[in-house]
């Protein structure tokens, strides 16, 4: 299960006001709650996830790699989970991007794995990457900027 897939079972329990939702498959157990921020449960032979899920009458910082603006103009990507960062999508292969590098909303700027799943991370604006804040295959947290950016 990747991130797309979390949002829109999130999306589904706000559209339709449910207030809890668990999934158990082989290896993989996630819940979610709305209005609370969920308890991470580990079952001996099997990862769990849990996510707090938006309660409409309170907001959320920005989720799946959005950019805000620092004072310098500048946006930062954001990291949408805790995780390890990658900035290619395997030793051998070269960085998604570099310093200069132009992005669209669709370029893929890095990789976090998390529990063993690698999840792609879009740059959701277009622009030219100006700064690169993490380092190769290091942990990163939920809202942690990765990258600066310049808008286009």
């Not at 829109?8 to 819940?31: G, R, T, V, W, Y």
């Not at 099997?46 to 790699?65: H, K, M, R, W, Y």
């Not at 990658?86 to 529990?115: F, H, K, L, Q, W």
Request: charged share 25%; glycine share 4%; with cysteine.
């Amino acid at each position: 299960m990747d991130l797309k897939d979390i949002k829109a079972i999130i999306d589904l329990m706000k559209k339709n006001s449910i207030s809890e939702f668990e999934l158990e498959k082989q290896d993989f157990k996630i819940k979610l709650k709305r209005g609370t921020a969920a308890a991470v449960q580990y079952d001996e032979n099997a990862p769990a996830l849990a996510l707090p899920v938006a309660n409409p009458a309170v907001p959320l910082p920005a989720a799946s790699g959005a950019a805000s603006a620092p004072a310098s103009g500048d946006l930062e990507i954001k990291s949408p989970m805790i995780g390890t960062f990658y900035r290619a999508p395997s030793p051998e292969s070269a960085n998604y991007v570099e310093i200069g590098s132009e992005v669209n909303p669709d370029t893929v700027v890095c990789i976090i794995e998390a529990m063993k799943v690698m999840n792609e991370i879009k740059a959701e604006v277009r622009g030219t990457i100006t700064e690169i804040l993490v380092d190769n295959a290091k942990p990163v947290e939920f809202g942690q900027p990765i990258f600066k950016i310049r808008p286009l």
